[in-house]
């Protein structure tokens, strides 16, 4: 088994790609090792010391580490943790598959607008952004303000807030005139 890795935006991430199917549907955010009891590859890699968050994708795995660990000492960890996990058999996730969709935070008077937010987030940015190894999730819509949830590498990252900002809230200005401005959320 061969596992690729690529940098990301954040530089306490990476972006394990280990060359066959990781989630069939959704994501799956670990920001914890408590958070990954229900997942034995997450709790394989958070056994790794330095490592403080795992985030699943289709076909990556993203890892954020501490800042005070380096990649160069625990990147092999990571790397035996995934091959392990793959060649044991065991499945992904235990239980209750993954989350990955978005909230309904909102005024039902807002349905349709919502449904635009939605559709572009799903078309144009969140495809972008699990490039990058991470996801961000519509979290609800009040008064114009659009609230949404960075996960994997996207959260934490140096350049979230520009992403947020100069990528995303134009583009949902551009198409969708009721949006004023895009706010991130906590999980």
């Known amino acids: 088994m ?9 530089p306490a991430t ?3 790609l280990p060359g066959r199917a990781v989630l069939d549907v959704g994501t799956a955010d670990f920001p914890s090792a ?26 990556f795995v993203t890892v954020t580490k501490a800042e005070s660990s380096l990649w160069d000492h ?19 996730m235990q239980g209750e598959a993954s989350g990955g969709g978005h ?3 909102h005024a039902a008077e807002d349905d349709d607008i919502v449904r635009q937010i939605k ?6 940015v969140r495809p972008a952004v699990a490039q990058d190894g991470g996801d961000i999730t519509f979290h609800g819509f009040d008064r114009g303000v659009v609230y949404l949830h960075m996960q994997g590498a996207c ?8 992403t947020l900002k100069m990528g ?20």
């Open 155 to 162: 959260a934490g990252c140096p350049s979230s807030t520009l």
């Open 74 to 92: 625990i990147k092999p960890a990571i790397l035996g943790a995934i091959m392990e996990h793959y060649q044991s058999g065991a499945p992904v």
């Open 168 to 187: 995303i809230e134009n583009l949902l200005r551009h198409y969708i005139p009721e949006v004023t401005e895009v706010r991130p959320v906590a999980a």
């Open 103 to 105: 909230a309904s935070n």
């Open 119 to 124: 559709e572009l987030l799903d078309t144009r």
């Open 34 to 59: 408590e958070a990954a009891s229900k997942s034995p590859l997450a709790s394989r890699i958070f056994a790794v010391p330095g490592v403080t968050g795992v985030f699943f994708g289709s076909d």
């Open 2 to 10: 061969f596992i690729q890795t690529e940098s990301t935006p954040n």
């Open 14 to 16: 990476l972006k394990f």
